[in-house]
């Protein structure tokens, strides 16, 4: 597989995640990094991070990825990003009352068929006009030898591109300085 290949199908993920902010939150969601694990517990699908300096984060289970098709995996990315959006709000995560009511709104209820009518409705109706299969790059990205190298650098040039500035990444030597 070639980076031109990995860039393409990260830009897949990408787009559904600004697809999903853009109907969803109306584009008010931070930017955030995208990555596949091959180290995550067998019982977590994927988890929603707030890091250092701001930076928030979604990390899939690569090897869960391998059962959803696109619908799943958008409804998880849906989850996720509830998790930034309560971040992004200064709200602690977790599937409390905030959680539960976007989740809500959203048309995102365990065990019921998505209303066409809701906001993800709209997702899953958009992801088909453009013909957008984020599932199968997540796992194409997954199987890739490098693909955390490729997954930061593709999204520090993103980030750039957004802010007009890199992402505040706490170096070892930022870590290392002493307060004057």
């Known amino acids: 597989m070639q980076i031109i290949e990995v860039d393409s199908l990260l830009a897949v993920l990408y787009e559904s995640y600004n697809i999903m902010n853009r109907i969803c939150w109306q584009g008010t969601l931070p930017p955030c990094l995208l990555r596949m694990s091959h180290r995550l517990s067998p019982r977590v699908w994927a988890y929603a991070k707030n890091g250092l300096g701001g930076e928030h984060r979604i990390v899939f289970n690569a090897t869960l990825c391998l059962q959803l098709n ?15 959006w309560q971040f992004s709000h200064g709200r602690r995560g977790g599937h409390g009352h905030d959680f539960q009511g976007e989740q809500r709104r959203l048309g995102l209820i365990l065990g019921r068929v998505i ?12 992801h088909n006009l453009k013909n957008l299969h984020p599932a199968e790059a997540a796992l194409k990205i997954a199987a890739y030898p490098n693909h955390r ?13 957004i802010t007009n500035k890199g992402p505040r990444h706490a170096t ?9």
């Open 115 to 126: 209303p066409q009518d809701s906001p993800m409705g709209y997702v899953f109706f958009m």
């Open 70 to 84: 696109d619908a799943g995996f958008l409804q998880i990315m849906a989850h996720e990003m509830i998790h930034i």
């Open 149 to 161: 190298k490729y997954e930061t650098e593709y999204y520090q040039s993103l980030y750039k591109q």
């Open 172 to 180: 070892k030597e930022s870590r290392e300085r002493k307060p004057l």
